[in-house]
């Protein structure tokens, strides 16, 4: 997911949630010597007139307690909550 912030002010990603999870946190992957681990932050900064990309590996949005499997092509209700 690509969020594109078209504003003169830069904006930051605080929070999300969706009704097919019980929780959605934002994370990102670290890597600890050989280790590669998620980890939640605060939010996510998004530049005025610029983009920022949520993808495997990286930054991605963590859903928790999900009400059923996802599958490929499923379309998931989720609202993000900007500052």
């Known amino acids: 997911m690509t969020i594109r912030n078209k504003g003169s002010a830069p904006d ?9 999870a019980a929780k959605v946190e934002l994370h990102v992957h670290i890597m600890e010597g050989n280790v590669a681990k998620m980890r939640p932050v605060q939010g996510y900064d998004i530049p005025a007139n610029g983009s920022f990309e949520l993808k495997p590996g990286g930054a991605h949005l963590m859903f928790i307690q999900i009400a059923r499997p996802f599958k490929e092509g499923d379309k998931i209700p989720v609202k993000l909550k900007f500052e």
């Open 12 to 20: 930051r990603l605080v929070g999300a949630s969706s009704s097919a």
